[in-house]
């Protein structure tokens, strides 16, 4: 069921290359926007930086509305200056869950009065003894370079500036995966495009709600809002988890290119779960099956508690190298977890919501 | 910009024929004759052999890595080829084999990390390269093992005047090595872009031996560390200073009589330059100064901070300075 005219991997690219360090997220978000509008009625901002694409279910008159909110965010990890030091060097902090590790000789771009392109530096090896090259590199031992003068920079940089890394993505194995910045987790707010692509020519009876989240790198903020403020009556979070690769037990990640990752556990409500294991069978999917024992680290935990409690669900797309700026996913996941989405809005029925408070 | 084109090249050694073929084609129409040796060295002389021979030298390659193994789930195992420090490694970019995969370094996600784990630094044994193959036979579709990574980093200007990208040790010194061959009002002296510098300057012990001048100026690129928490006393060169004059390093004692030409050369020309205040390192003089009955060798480096990384950071100006100082140490020795 190929979407005429939505390439997933062209919308990924785009939103990744796209700034949106938590807190400031919008480049990505006018990028999202774009795409929305093409396959929902409506799209607005909510008053704490949320954009929220509405689209109207079509029912049988005399049926009560009923909605389904489907969120990823749309915030990605960075850093922010905390000093111009001597030499026009910057010194930082993180936002959001970095390895401090991976950023030496990195790329980034320092959002000043004006994008300065700079690089992550350190001591220089050449003057560490070896006892010292195996200490822990913490974030107090890293700089940016910018290329400027101390007064330069003072003239170019505030404390406080945004800092993204500096990573356009790339396709890898032919254009089976792709790599690079903020997949985690654009990549969410790409699925909810292919879904809402697909549901161009699908009828659906739920009112539905594309929702890109901010600040979930931070604490899952912007879900707290737009959870509250749209209200659905069902939900699903759409975010990256853990993928396989070398040195991981199996039972920590997921397969790349093996389908969606479906959560159950306590974060998530147990027929919905159930309902989209079901789809994924029955339309033939490629799924995996996550068990999570407490948080899901994702919007779905702030979903789940809004109001008098929302009925959600989580499904993730597994993604190499998390946090980092060659995060690494697999194309076809991203398309089927589209598809899983639009044939959970297509299934909906009052009379699933109405059944999903009777355990 | 020569230095750009140069190092976006991929010639890590041993595979330095792509950065060969760019120089050979950068000197097409100019009066010089050139072959290539049994190992890899581009050699080259302009105009009529004087005495004395005059050679300069550059090396064209880069440190990278090598593909050593393809596991079972198509991921890399790499060894580094030459000196890298393995904290840069994790989480960039790479190319790998001569058709130029594109693949990424990964590790361990640091959220899966046992807390002890996480206070280490990455080594090489902790990475591999993901090129995105389901496992080893797509993997082996794509690569070879015993093919070469680098860094995937296009040069970029930033800031006031400087330049960011990989390899501009040496490609730095090879663009001023070519922009002094292709200058009209230079002649008489043999120039030579060596290969293997960075695993043991291999190249440069059979071009001096070719040759056989009797005077070497080696053109390269050295670390600076003019960089938060680094005294400035061990800084060993700074950025904007000028070209770096080398007195002593691991491979040579740099020949007194040439060291004092070219001070005076950049005085009277008045040209900035530093000294190189480190004497840790080693560069194609430790070779080219032992060739045949010794030859009479001098280093001058453009310096360079981040070097041996994906990004390393040079200022345009020390660049044009060093080409000027070879460039006017010649002309002195017409006189």
Same mark, same amino acid.
């Given at each position: 069921?190929?979407?005429?005219?939505?390439?997933?991997?062209?919308?990924?690219?785009e939103?990744?290359?796209?700034?949106?360090?938590?807190g400031?997220?919008?480049?990505?978000?006018?990028? &999202?926007?774009?795409y929305?509008r093409?396959y929902t009625?409506?799209?607005?901002?909510?008053r704490?930086g949320?954009?929220?694409?509405?689209?109207?279910g079509?029912?049988?008159?005399g049926e009560p509305?009923?909605?389904l909110?489907?969120a990823?965010?749309?915030?990605?990890?960075?850093a922010?200056?905390?000093?111009?030091?001597?030499?026009?060097?910057?010194?930082?902090?993180a936002?959001?869950?970095i390895?401090?590790?991976t950023?030496?000789?990195?790329?980034?771009?320092?959002?000043?009065? *004006?994008?300065?392109?700079?690089?992550?530096?350190?001591?220089?090896?050449?003057l560490?003894?070896?006892?010292e090259r195996?200490?822990?590199?913490t974030l107090?031992?890293?700089? =940016?370079?910018?290329?400027l003068?101390?007064?330069?920079?003072?003239?170019?940089?505030?404390?406080?500036?945004l800092?993204?890394?500096?990573q356009?993505?790339? @396709?890898l194995n032919?254009?089976?995966c792709?790599?690079g910045?903020?997949?985690?987790?654009?990549?969410g707010?790409a699925? @909810?495009?292919q879904?809402?692509?697909?549901?161009?020519?699908?009828?659906?009876?739920?009112?539905? %709600?594309f =929702?890109?989240?901010?600040?979930?790198?931070?604490?899952?903020?912007?879900?707290?809002? &737009?959870? %509250?403020?749209v209200?659905?009556?069902?939900?699903?979070?759409?975010?990256?988890?853990?993928?396989?690769?070398p040195g991981l037990?199996?039972?920590?990640?997921?397969?790349?290119?093996?389908?969606?990752?479906?959560?159950?556990?306590?974060?998530i409500?147990?027929?919905l779960?159930?309902?989209?294991?079901?789809?994924a069978?029955?339309?033939?999917l490629?799924?995996?099956i996550?068990?999570?024992?407490?948080? *899901?680290?994702?919007?779905?935990?702030?979903?789940?508690v809004?109001?008098?409690? =929302?009925?959600?669900? @989580?499904?993730?797309v597994?993604?190499r190298?998390m946090?980092?700026?060659?995060?690494l996913?697999?194309?076809?996941d991203? =398309?089927?977890?589209g598809?899983l989405?639009?044939?959970?809005?297509?299934s909906?029925d009052?009379?699933?919501?109405e059944?999903?408070?009777?355990? | 910009m +020569?230095?750009a084109?140069?190092?976006?090249l991929?010639g890590?050694?041993? $595979?330095?024929?792509?950065?060969r073929?760019?120089?050979?084609?950068?000197?097409? !129409?100019c009066?010089v004759?050139? /072959?290539?040796?049994?190992? !890899?060295?581009?050699?080259?002389?302009? $105009?009529?052999?004087?005495?004395?021979?005059?050679?300069?030298?550059?090396?064209m390659d880069?440190v !990278?890595?090598?593909?050593?193994?393809?596991?079972?789930?198509?991921?890399?195992?790499?060894?580094p080829?030459?000196g890298?420090d393995?904290?840069v490694?994790a989480?960039?970019?790479?190319?790998?084999?001569?058709?130029?995969v594109? !693949?990424v370094?990964?590790?361990?996600a640091v959220?899966?990390?046992?807390?002890d784990?996480r206070?280490?630094?990455?080594?090489i044994?902790?990475l591999?390269?993901d090129?995105?193959?389901?496992?080893?036979?797509?993997?082996?579709?794509?690569?070879?093992i015993?093919d070469y990574?680098?860094?995937?980093?296009a040069?970029?200007p930033?800031g006031s005047?400087?330049?960011?990208?990989?390899a501009?040790?040496d490609r730095?010194g090879?663009?001023v090595?070519?922009q002094l061959?292709?200058d009209?009002?230079l002649?008489?002296?043999?120039?030579?872009?060596?290969v293997?510098?960075?695993?043991?300057? /291999? $190249?440069?012990?059979?071009?001096?031996?070719? +040759?056989?001048?009797? /005077?070497a100026?080696?053109?390269?690129t050295t670390?600076?560390?003019?960089t938060?928490?680094?005294?400035?006393d061990?800084?060993?060169?700074?950025?904007?200073?000028?070209?770096?004059?080398?007195?002593?390093?691991?491979?040579?004692?740099?020949? /007194?009589?040439?060291l004092?030409e +070219?001070?005076?050369t950049?005085?009277?020309?008045?040209?900035?330059?530093?000294?190189r205040?480190f004497?840790?390192?080693?560069?194609?003089?430790?070779?080219?100064?032992?060739?045949?009955?010794?030859v009479?060798?001098?280093?001058?480096s453009?310096?360079?901070?981040?070097?041996?990384?994906p990004?390393s950071?040079?200022?345009?100006?020390?660049?044009q300075?060093t080409?000027? +100082?070879?460039?006017?140490?010649l002309?002195?020795?017409?006189r």
């Open positions: 069921m190929p979407v005429s005219g939505f390439k997933i991997k062209d919308v990924l690219m939103l990744s290359a796209a700034t949106g360090v938590s400031d997220e919008g480049a990505a978000i006018d990028v &999202a926007a774009r929305f093409q009625d409506r799209v607005k901002r909510d704490f949320n954009l929220i694409a509405f689209k109207e079509k029912l049988p008159a509305r009923f909605s909110a489907l990823a965010h749309i915030d990605e990890i960075g922010m200056v905390t000093q111009i030091a001597r030499g026009g060097f910057l010194r930082f902090t936002i959001g869950g390895d401090p590790r950023l030496l000789g990195q790329a980034v771009v320092v959002h000043g009065r *004006t994008p300065l392109k700079g690089v992550v530096g350190a001591l220089a090896p050449h560490l003894a070896e006892r195996r200490k822990e590199l107090e031992k890293l700089y =940016i370079d910018v290329g003068s101390e007064a330069e920079a003072r003239e170019q940089v505030r404390v406080g500036d800092i993204s890394l500096d356009e993505p790339v @396709l032919g254009e089976k792709c790599a910045k903020a997949m985690d987790n654009r990549a707010v699925v @909810l495009l879904c809402a692509a697909e549901l161009a020519s699908m009828q659906h009876r739920a009112d539905l %709600y =929702i890109a989240t901010v600040q979930e790198e931070v604490g899952l903020r912007g879900a707290v809002t &737009a959870a %509250y403020g209200s659905p009556d069902l939900a699903v979070a759409v975010d990256v988890t853990h993928g396989a690769a037990p199996d039972h920590e990640v997921h397969s790349l290119g093996k389908g969606p990752v479906i959560a159950i556990g306590p974060n409500h147990p027929a779960g159930e309902k989209l294991h079901a789809l069978q029955s339309y033939r490629p799924y995996q996550e068990p999570v024992a407490g948080n *899901t680290h994702t919007d779905a935990w702030a979903f789940q809004s109001r008098e409690g =929302i009925p959600t669900a @989580l499904v993730s597994p993604l190298y946090h980092t700026a060659v995060e996913l697999n194309l076809d991203l =398309i089927a977890a598809q989405l639009a044939f959970l809005s297509r909906l009052g009379a699933f919501w059944g999903l408070s009777c355990y | +020569l230095l084109e140069l190092a976006n991929p890590v050694s041993g $595979g330095e024929k792509r950065v073929q760019a120089i050979v084609e950068a000197l097409a !129409g009066p004759e050139m /072959r290539t040796d049994n190992i !890899g060295n581009l050699l080259v002389r302009k $105009g009529p052999r004087r005495s004395p021979h005059v050679m300069l030298a550059a090396h880069e !990278g890595l090598m593909v050593v193994a393809i596991e079972k789930s198509g991921h890399l195992k790499f060894k080829v030459g890298i393995s904290r490694l989480a960039k970019r790479v190319r790998v084999g001569a058709a130029a594109p !693949g370094i990964g590790a361990k959220h899966l990390q046992k807390d784990d206070k280490k630094p990455y080594e044994e902790d591999f390269i090129i995105g193959a389901a496992g080893k036979e797509e993997a082996e579709a794509l690569v070879k015993g990574a680098t860094f995937d980093t040069a970029t930033i005047g400087f330049w960011r990208g990989k501009f040790d730095a090879c663009a090595l070519l061959l292709r009209p009002e002649t008489g002296f043999s120039a030579v872009f060596t293997q510098e960075e695993i043991g300057s /291999r $190249g440069a012990i059979t071009a001096s031996y070719a +040759l056989q001048p009797d /005077r100026l080696i053109i390269e670390a600076a560390a003019d938060p928490g680094t005294g400035e061990f800084s060993s060169t700074v950025l904007g200073a000028g070209p770096a004059l080398s007195v002593m390093d691991r491979s040579v004692i740099v020949d /007194r009589e040439m004092t +070219l001070i005076a950049a005085r009277e020309a008045g040209l900035p330059f530093q000294f205040r004497t840790g390192g080693g560069t194609d003089a430790g070779a080219v100064a032992l060739a045949g009955e010794g009479k060798t001098a280093v001058v453009t310096p360079c901070r981040y070097i041996h990384s990004h950071i040079l200022k345009e100006s020390d660049l300075a080409a000027a +100082l070879v460039k006017a140490w002309l002195r020795g017409e």
